[in-house]
């Protein structure tokens, strides 16, 4: 079945230590997306991706840093820069960046030891 | 920024209800989408309205692209407990591309 998995599903960070959440799609879209949720609040793009070695900052990018070298990854990680990465993360992909809807992965959810 | 009210912001309802929920918007959007999600789980796609006016089911799901442009509403009709859950509704304008995010609806069924 084609789909997007992310992993870890849980994750702790200590302060000042780097964390890197996986995301893997094996539906060929160009375009790959991270979101951060927090509770009560709508989704925010953190980086999105349209094609292999490109991408671009989202609307909460800081503390934050991704890479795409290959079509079907997009890691992200979490920077001791951000002072409060407590929050379920979510990786999205779809066709291209115009195209709708975006198919989501099940989520990271990490936490501050 | 472009923003999204979706209300109500929580709902209780007891089984067998229909339920209602809406997002409007400041700006136009080409496309609305509708998500649900469990806890714990990424969101899944419900419904995709591409065109203003358009109407669309999806089992006893049905949700309407409004004819301004600027909203989306989704019916459930007699609702069960495995409807529990928030729904999201997302619009994307063509100049931008990304998608704006409502909040969400909390729904809660009582048996």
């Known amino acids: 079945d084609g789909g997007i998995t992310q992993s870890p599903k849980y994750l702790f960070r200590k302060e000042g230590q780097n964390v890197t959440l996986s995301c893997e799609q094996n539906?060929?879209?160009?375009?790959m997306y991270w979101y951060r949720q927090d509770p009560g609040q709508g989704l925010r793009l953190i980086y999105y991706s349209q094609i292999v070695n490109d991408f671009q900052k989202g609307d909460i990018a800081e503390g934050y840093s991704v890479s795409r070298e290959k079509k079907e990854s997009f890691p992200l990680t979490v920077t001791s820069a951000q002072k409060n990465p407590t929050a379920f993360y979510l990786c999205?992909?779809?066709?291209?960046?115009?195209?709708?809807?975006?198919?989501f992965g099940d989520g990271t959810r990490l936490s501050i030891l | 920024g472009q923003q999204l009210n979706q209300s109500p912001q929580s709902m209780f309802i007891q089984e067998g209800e229909d339920v209602s929920m809406n997002c409007t918007s400041s700006s136009i959007f080409n496309t609305w989408l509708w998500y649900k999600q469990d806890p714990g789980e990424g969101p899944v796609l419900l419904i995709a309205?591409?065109?203003?006016?358009e109407l669309t089911s999806n089992g006893r799901l049905t949700a309407q692209f409004g004819t301004t442009r600027k909203d989306s509403f989704l019916n459930i009709s007699a609702s069960i407990p495995s409807d529990v859950g928030i729904y999201f509704c997302?619009?994307?304008?063509?100049?931008?591309?990304?998608?704006?995010f409502g909040k969400g609806t909390k729904l809660s069924v009582k048996p």
């Open positions: 999205a992909s779809s066709m291209d960046r115009f195209s709708q809807p975006q198919h």
């Open positions: 539906l060929n879209h160009d375009a």
């Open positions: 997302a619009g994307q304008s063509g100049s931008q591309g990304n998608l704006i």
């Open positions: 309205l591409y065109k203003a006016g």
